[in-house]
């Protein structure tokens, strides 16, 4: 009988120290930043003639028990070897039927085990070649506890842009 208690000691002890291994395992900072299937990412003329508009849509899911939020976003394309930063900021955007639509969100909360999509907007600068028809961007997103995720999208020309109005 006293050998029996004592296994049972032991394994008490042992199922205690996995269930606090798994909580604070689980309790690490993850989120997961992947490209919305379909073609949701454009390059469109800004209305300046000399820039491109990069835009589309990114989700990203929290992947912990613990909320996280959205500090900061990052944009970059690789022209021709050459690294370029694309320049962006929290931008809102109305049009003619008085709808606005906001980019680039911070602080963007996301709960805990759950998504949300991200609306992107970065501004590209020069001539680009487009292998495949497509720019490849890296879009970085930093959470509030520093640590940065990355995604590459395939943007594609908008018929605007292909037309040169």
């Keep these: 009988m006293h050998m029996f208690s004592g296994m ?9 120290i996995a269930s606090f291994a798994y909580v604070n395992y689980d309790r690490r900072v993850k989120l997961l930043l992947r ?18 508009i990069f835009r589309g849509i990114i989700e990203i899911y929290n992947q912990s028990s613990r909320a996280n939020a959205v500090r900061g976003y990052r944009f970059w394309i690789d022209n021709n070897g050459a690294h370029e930063d694309l320049e962006s900021e929290m931008v809102c955007i109305s049009d003619e039927q008085e709808t606005s639509e906001s980019f680039n969100v911070t602080p963007l909360p996301i709960a805990a085990y759950t998504g949300t999509e991200a609306h992107i907007y970065a501004i590209v600068k020069g001539v680009h070649r487009l292998p495949g ?14 640590k940065r995720y990355t995604a ?3 943007a ?7 037309a040169g109005r």
């Design 156 to 162: 594609s020309r908008t018929e605007r842009l292909l």
């Design 8 to 16: 049972i000691s032991v394994l008490a002890l042992l199922f205690s």
């Design 152 to 154: 590459v999208v395939r």
């Design 35 to 52: 490209p919305r299937k379909g073609n949701w990412y454009a390059l469109d003329r800004a209305t300046n003639g000399t820039e491109t």
């Design 133 to 146: 028809n497509h720019l490849p961007v890296t879009v970085e997103v930093e959470d509030i506890h520093g």
